[in-house]
């Protein structure tokens, strides 16, 4: 993750471009001096998210499919400053992870590193606080993951992204499905709450079967198959993945999104060089986006039919749909 230093509150800059662009020095710099108007925080918790700021190994974690794959690849290339308030939340998960392996379960994994192949390619991660034991009574493993949060969740099952990223991890320890129980554990300030992934056995409800959230090798295969490729093809050719295929669920993550105007300015070149295909006209000369980026289209399969799903083809010569006139119904006299 290139990230390389913070903006600044009053725009106070030590970098060419201006914009309140702070080296991660020159923030500790002014900091030390006292300058609240420009970093307004005790110095300890400004170095404290400067040294947890961490580069990844070669292979690609678990997390970082979680999320958008094109704003991913885009933070992970290119240099970007974030605010001090967007990377609280990561720092305060690394206070509570460090409390985690200062007191570890006798069962538990801390900082361990887990690698698995998919198709030659190297998923993995590190886990801060996992837990992986055999329960007493069902016998079966248990995966328990922590989590820090603002808000814990209204009912007992975990947010949609915490399914999946435990999914995973039980795929990417290859534990059996049917021997394993998944549970997220939620951490906010005032409470605690564990919830657990519903393994589809339970009562129906209205006599609509049970929802099961315990994802079988082929169902995380496939999803590996969706977002594990899409970006290796982007590390492998260089590029990002296409703006047009951003999913509407992942776009709400732009707001907090460091590198959101590179991916605006990018996506622009996407659509021009889109609509020039489209008009028979030659391709833009920008590097990496000309004609929406076919390299990347040769790494994944099927991409280019979603593009083209994404862009409908218009046939110019083709005549214009007559309009359909539906008669209006007589009132009945009353």
Same mark, same amino acid.
């Given at each position: ?132 034991? !055999? ?6 493993? *248990?995966? +328990?993951?922590?989590?820090? =949060?603002?808000? #814990?969740?209204?009912?007992? @099952? ?92 992942? !776009? ?6 460091? *590198?959101? +105007?590179?991916?605006?300015? =990018?996506?622009? #070149?996407?659509?021009?060089? @889109? ?60």
């Amino acid at each position: 993750m290139p990230l390389i230093g913070f903006v600044s509150n009053d725009g106070k800059s030590d970098q060419p471009e201006g914009n309140g662009h702070c080296s991660f020095d020159y923030a500790l710099q002014l900091c030390r001096d006292g300058d609240d108007d420009s970093f307004p925080y005790p110095y300890p918790l400004l170095k404290g998210i400067i040294e947890s700021v961490q580069q990844r190994g070669e292979y690609i974690s678990v997390t970082s499919i979680l999320h958008c794959l094109r704003g991913e690849f885009l933070k992970r290339t290119e240099p970007y400053y974030s605010t001090v308030e967007a990377m609280y939340p990561m720092f305060r998960g690394t206070l509570f992870h460090g409390l985690m392996e200062a007191n570890p379960h006798p069962d538990g994994l801390v900082e361990i590193k887990t690698i698995r192949k998919y198709k030659g390619i190297e998923i993995g991660g590190t886990y801060d606080s996992l837990i992986v034991r !055999k329960d007493p009574v069902t016998k079966k493993f *248990v995966l +328990q993951d922590w989590k820090t =949060t603002d808000n #814990l969740p209204r009912y007992d @099952t975990p947010y949609s992204s915490h399914i999946i990223q435990v999914n995973l991890y039980r795929w990417l320890l290859d534990l059996p499905v049917d021997e394993t129980i998944l549970e997220v554990h939620y951490f906010s300030m005032k409470a605690h709450k564990r919830t657990r992934l519903k393994d589809g056995t339970g009562p129906s409800r209205g006599g609509r079967a049970p929802s099961n959230q315990m994802w079988t090798d082929a169902q995380v295969e496939s999803y590996l198959d969706d977002r594990l490729l899409k970006l290796k093809a982007s590390y492998v050719t260089r590029l990002p993945m296409p703006y047009a295929l951003v999913t509407e669920d992942e !776009k709400w993550e732009c707001v907090y999104c460091p *590198v959101r +105007q590179l991916c605006a300015d =990018t996506a622009r #070149l996407e659509a021009e060089a @889109t609509w020039r295909r489209r008009a028979g006209l030659p391709p833009v000369s920008e590097v990496g986006v000309s004609d929406l980026s076919p390299e990347w289209f040769g790494v994944t399969s099927e991409v280019y039919a979603r593009i083209d799903a994404a862009y409908p083809k218009i046939d110019v010569d083709a005549p214009a749909p007559k309009k359909v006139v539906t008669p209006r119904r007589k009132r009945s006299a009353s």
